[in-house]
């Protein structure tokens, strides 16, 4: 192949190869329909009354890959004075929150249902359960009501 | 009122105040308006799940976590127009979590995985259901063939820019971690191959 322009080339012929590339991909592989329904009913998540605790740690952006190795997942989120630790290690979560309390907290995930937490006196809280997929926390404690950023675990 | 209803300017996509004004109304309280901008911004968000080559599961999950996202922050966002880039940057940094994760397996770069559709059905399959004519069912078939013997970067690429409504370069930037300015020349370049392969396929 030389540099030159191939017959058809050109911007328009660009755009033309485009638009057949995504008339193709429309029919080939669009968003499935199921996912888009639960994008829809996602909306429902905005209506959440509750202070927002923002991812500040993840381990997955700090460590380089190591493949096949079990290591854990560190994650910290922050908001409304809160802090939670998580350590999620092949399906198994251990928290703490700070600073120590007690509190009520859920475990949203993408598929199954809310999962009900108690973290003790001293803010530990354990889950053995916890799926693969999109994960949030609610969480109250005293006054204050927060809810994790989704992410994938 | 739905996101297709908008005005397209094609090549430049989208009219972005509309999906900023979609934006503000779904914050605002508009369900409409959210599914709207869901049925507008879910290409882009799928393609850009499906440009890193995720496995199936992983790449529903992505998608889900991302809208999850937005709507968490929906009363956050500070540039409602930007909200296709967001939901880019926000999508690639949950693919590049997910390669790391070392409870996946490695990324695959197993064509099996981009040539099934998102929903299970072979290629074959989707073009078969889709009742186009059957000089048209090839084309397309001829098309989608010769895209997944592309090299990975072209791919990747190329899988952003055929979301739809075509993406902003601003979305594709995002989506895929390049600098706009190199957008264009890199496409110039895989759609040239893009051609060539056809043509030896003798499609034109």
Known sequence: ?153 | MTYYDLPDTKGGAVDRDSVGRLFQAAADGDAAAWKALVEGLSPLVWSVVRAHGLAEADGHEVYQTTWFRLAQHLRRIREPDGVGSWLASTARHECLKVIRSARRLSPTDDPEILDRAGDGRTPEQAVIDSEEAEAEAERIRQVWAAFQELGENCRRLLRVLMASPPPSYREVSAALGIAVGSIGPIRQRCLRRLRARLAERGVR
């Not at chain 1, 001293?122 to 609610?138: E, N």
Request: charged share 20%; aromatic share 4%; with cysteine.
């Open chain 1, 1 to 153: 192949m030389n540099g030159g322009e191939t017959p058809g080339g050109g911007r328009a012929g660009d755009d033309a190869i485009e638009d057949v590339l995504r008339h193709a991909a429309g029919i080939i592989d669009p968003v499935p329909a199921h996912l888009l329904q639960a994008a829809v009913e996602a909306y429902a998540l905005a209506s959440i009354e509750a202070e927002l605790a923002e991812l500040v740690f993840d381990s997955l952006t700090q460590s380089a890959p190591v493949r096949g190795t079990d290591r854990p997942r560190l994650l910290t989120f922050r908001g409304n004075g809160l802090t939670l630790d998580l350590e999620i290690t092949a399906g198994r979560l251990v928290g703490q929150l700070l600073p120590p309390q007690p509190a009520e907290i859920e475990l949203l995930g993408g598929r199954s249902p809310a999962a009900a937490l108690t973290a003790d006196a001293a803010g530990r809280f354990v889950c053995d359960r916890v799926a693969a997929g999109p994960f949030s926390l609610h969480c109250r404690a005293g006054g204050a009501v927060i809810t994790t950023e989704w992410l994938t675990v």
